[in-house]
């Protein structure tokens, strides 16, 4: 058995063979942290490609649809883009130029023959995270062990987005096991934030979150068992959708866990503009993907739905803020942030009332406890076939491995004792659901709360190592929820600064509150999440644009 160093110094060779050399650029040092404006400034991309990564969603497929941009120019635009976005961030893992040009040049005698597009995704390149398999193509998912193995044919997400006629180009880096909400593995290596270099772009869709706050890629896919979509959305000042479970298929795709069924990891979207994420939703839903997946949910985009028919069509909407969620406070950022939708909300003539969490770490301990009744021996017997170390800490240092709370105890549950913890998830989901109906007495429009408005996380992007507290996302993972991503502002140290606290929750509240530091995280994006109820995508995604256009014209 080759040794495990020798098989990733080949793969790293055949990573860096796999980039077209005229691409390479000279990267700023490491003393430079923000690396945002550097792909408009290298050099590489010429006007007409700059123009072309800097235009949303929306705007790219109507220019593709109208033959005013050919696939080629833009799946070109994108890639050179998202090579220079690698070089800054180690953000990509496998690199196929030459075959996704191919496809797009495919799309593009295609309209020439016919004058119509392929599908409504029509020319757009989309990133995937590196567990969606394509035929052909490694699909590692960041395990040393999975070096060589090669995809007999398309995940069934793929194969709808190609249906679609989008152009899957590259695919994105996430941490071993998936179950992280930083991103390093033994083969890629760690990926950094544009924003700064020194802070974690979260995970596990860490990979995706860093190209596409690069404009690297226009629309990205990642996965969320706990939060992997939103916290590196939230901390890469991107919009994003976690779906309910089956909404999107995740058939052919490879995931830690398999056989877990309880709590499922799904598949969403990842973009800058919520936009992007809606024309992601609909291209797929309607799709029909419950024909080719058997998980999936029967059930094709409704525009009666998003034009939010069980909302009072849209009018006197009540939205619910949720502060904290009575086990960690957020940070400053956060904080303001929330003061800032709600005002926003208000003015636009919206009423806003508090949230009032119940049981959420309750919720999040009892998810955990599923997920951790087999996910050591998961990873031990994945890593065992070539002896690579399991990464017990993502400190830059290695010194804290003691400290990370994502990696599961060794010793699993009984098939009986799993059955109670899921039976006791059950019951708090029905406890939950009852608890939003009771709000329907103090929202004044007959309804329950419309939306919950809540932190994606208790802090923005971190030192790597330090991301340790998730539940602001995984509570709602736990219910089934979906979930979506907004940005509102950036970290001002004067408007941030740190405040004394009195009283803690405990001493982990206590411990993210000392690291809060407002120059540590200047100018990093602060996201909130609107969240809906199970299976509501269409309703979130138009309240998640009313609270965006609020927002936009409270500036």
């Known amino acids: ?69 050919t696939a080629v120019d833009v799946t070109t635009a994108f890639y050179k883009r998202a ?47 590196d567990q969606l398999c394509i035929k052909g193509i490694e699909t590692t998912m960041g395990y040393i062990s999975w070096i060589g193995r090669y995809a007999e044919k398309n995940a069934v997400l793929v194969d709808i987005l190609i249906e679609c006629g989008a152009v899957p180009f590259v695919r994105t880096n996430l941490p071993q096991t998936v ?25 596990s869709s860490g990979g995706e979150g860093a190209l596409v706050a690069l404009k690297g890629s226009p629309l990205g896919v990642g996965s969320d068992l706990g939060g992997s979509i939103r916290i590196p959305s939230a901390f890469c000042g991107l919009y994003s959708l976690r ?51 058997p998980l999936a949910v029967r059930k094709k985009w409704d525009e009666d739905e998003y034009n939010l028919a069980d909302h009072g069509s849209g009018k006197d909407l009540c939205f619910a803020i949720m502060w904290d969620d009575g086990v960690v406070v957020p940070h400053p950022p956060i904080r303001r942030s929330l003061e800032v939708t709600k ?8 009423k806003v009332v508090d949230w009032k969490p119940i049981k959420h770490k309750l919720l999040t301990d009892t998810t955990r406890n599923i ?42 549950i009984t098939a009986y004792q799993l059955w109670q913890v899921q039976k006791l998830r059950k019951d708090l989901r029905k406890e939950y659901l009852d608890h939003w109906e009771e709000t329907a007495s103090e929202t004044g429009t007959g309804r329950p709360v419309d939306a919950i408005i809540c932190p994606a996380s208790s802090y923005t992007a971190t030192p790597h190592g330090k991301n340790r507290y998730t539940n602001y996302t995984a509570v709602w993972n736990a219910l089934d929820y979906p979930a979506a991503t907004f940005p509102v502002t950036t970290v001002d140290p004067i408007l941030d600064a740190k405040k004394p606290r009195h009283a803690f929750y405990d001493d982990f509240d206590k411990g993210v509150y000392e690291m809060y530091d407002p120059e540590r995280f200047k100018n990093t994006p602060v996201c909130l999440q609107l969240v809906g109820r199970t299976l509501e995508e269409e309703a979130v995604i138009k309240m998640t644009e009313i609270v965006d256009a609020a927002l936009a014209s409270a500036k």
Not at 13 to 21: A, D, E, F, M, V
Not at 182 to 194: C, H, K, S, Y
Not at 254 to 259: D, I, P, R, T, V
Not at 404 to 412: E, H, I
């Open 179 to 203: 179950m992280w909400p930083e991103t390093f593995n033994n083969i890629f290596g760690r990926t950094t934030n544009p924003y700064n270099r020194s802070l974690t772009p979260g995970g």
């Open 343 to 350: 005002a926003a909300l208000e003015k636009a003539g919206y």
């Open 371 to 412: 997920r951790n009744a087999g996910s050591a021996e998961d990873c031990m017997i994945t890593t065992s076939v070539t002896g690579e170390p399991i990464i017990a800490t993502m400190d830059l240092d290695n010194s804290d491995a003691a400290a990370a709370p994502f990696r599961p105890p060794k010793m699993g």
């Open 1 to 69: 058995m080759t040794h495990w160093t020798a098989l990733v110094a080949e793969k790293q060779q055949r990573q860096l063979k796999s980039i077209p050399q005229d691409w390479l650029v000279s990267p700023p040092p490491d003393s430079t942290l923000d690396v945002t404006g550097f792909p408009d400034a290298c050099g590489l991309l010429n006007a007409r490609e700059i123009e072309i990564t800097n235009t949303s969603v929306d705007a790219l497929l109507d220019k593709l649809s109208c033959g005013e941009w």
């Open 83 to 129: 090579i220079v976005a690698h070089q800054l961030v180690n953000c990509l893992t496998e690199i196929f130029v030459d075959r996704a040009l191919a496809r797009a040049a495919e799309l593009d005698d295609h309209f020439k023959q016919t004058g119509k597009v392929v599908g409504p995704l029509h020319g757009l390149p989309i990133s995937l995270k």
């Open 243 to 293: 779906p309910s479970y089956g909404r999107v298929p995740y058939c052919g795709a490879l995931n830690s866990l398999e056989g877990q069924d309880s709590v499922l990891s799904v598949f969403g979207p990842m973009a800058n503009s919520i936009g992007g994420v809606k024309a992601f939703m609909k291209a797929v839903v309607n799709a029909k993907p419950w024909l080719k997946d």
